[in-house]
T-cell receptor, first 116, second 112 residues
C-alpha cells in the first residue's frame, strides 16, 4: 500500500519551455502533498506544501510564479516549472501523506529535469 | 533548522553494525527515517514519536530521545542491500500534515 506515482521520470527540454510534473497517490487520499528539489549528493529541500483545494505554501526563496503548483484533487498534485532555464535542472520529488500523527510521507520516484 | 546527521559516511563489511545519529537544536515532535538509493526516491523506514520510544524490526531499529532532541538509527549485521544514503526528517509540530526538515544524509556502503 501507500504508493505514489510521479510522471514523467525524465525530461530533457530546451530553455524557455514549461514543464509539468504530476504526482498521484494511487491507493490513498492525500490532502497534503509536498514538492522537493534535490541536487546531486545533497539533501531534500522542501519547495512547497500543496493542499487540496487551496493555494500552495511556498518555502522562503522559492518563486511561486516560477514553480506553479496545483492540487486539484485528493490524489493529484502538479508542479509546473515555467520558462525553465538550465539552472532549474535538478531532481524533483513529490511526496504524499494520508495525514494523521503516525503517518509517514510516501515519495514518488522523482523526475530528473534537464534543461538545455 | 536543518537537523545534523553524523557520520557523513560509513563503510562497512557485510555483517558489521552501524549507528547513524540525528540531532536538532529545536524541540521535536517526531523523527522520520528514510533510505535513498542512487537515482531513486527515498523509502520510508520508520517514524519515532515524542515519548522516547524505540522501535524497529529485526536488524534495523531506532531510538528517539526527545529531551536531547536526538535520534539514532541502528543497523545490525548489515547486508549489501543496506547500502544507500540515510536521511532523518524532523517535525516540530504534532500536526498530521507537518512539514519535515531533512538532514544532509549519511552515506552507507556495505561491501562483501
Amino acid at each position: 500500500g501507500a504508493v505514489v506515482s510521479q510522471h514523467p521520470s525524465w525530461v530533457i527540454c530546451k530553455s524557455g519551455t514549461s514543464v509539468k510534473i504530476e504526482c498521484r497517490s494511487l491507493d490513498f487520499q492525500a490532502t497534503t502533498m509536498f514538492w522537493y528539489r534535490q541536487f546531486p549528493k545533497q539533501s531534500l529541500m522542501l519547495m512547497a506544501t500543496s493542499n487540496e483545494g487551496s493555494k500552495a505554501t511556498y518555502e522562503q526563496g522559492v518563486e511561486k510564479d516560477k514553480f506553479l503548483i496545483n492540487h486539484a484533487s485528493l490524489t493529484l498534485s502538479t508542479l509546473t516549472v515555467t520558462s525553465a532555464h538550465p539552472e532549474d535542472s535538478s531532481f524533483y520529488i513529490c511526496s504524499a501523506t494520508p495525514g494523521g500523527r503516525n503517518q509517514p510521507q510516501h515519495f514518488g520516484d522523482g523526475t530528473r529535469l534537464s534543461i538545455l | 533548522q536543518q537537523p545534523v546527521q553524523s557520520p557523513q559516511a560509513v563503510i562497512l563489511r557485510e555483517g558489521e553494525d552501524a549507528v547513524i545519529n540525528c540531532s536538532s537544536s529545536k524541540a521535536l515532535y517526531s523523527v522520520h527515517w528514510y533510505r535513498q538509493k542512487h537515482g531513486e526516491a527515498p523509502v520510508f523506514l520508520m517514524i519515532l514519536l515524542k515519548g522516547g520510544e524505540q522501535k524497529g524490526h529485526e536488524k534495523i531499529s531506532a531510538s528517539f530521545n526527545e529531551k536531547k532532541q536526538q535520534s539514532s538509527l541502528y543497523l545490525t549485521a548489515s547486508q549489501l542491500s543496506y547500502s544507500g544514503t540515510y536521511f532523518c526528517g524532523t517535525a516540530q509540530s504534532d500536526s498530521g500534515y507537518s512539514t519535515l526538515t531533512f538532514g544532509k544524509g549519511t552515506m552507507l556502503l556495505v561491501s562483501p
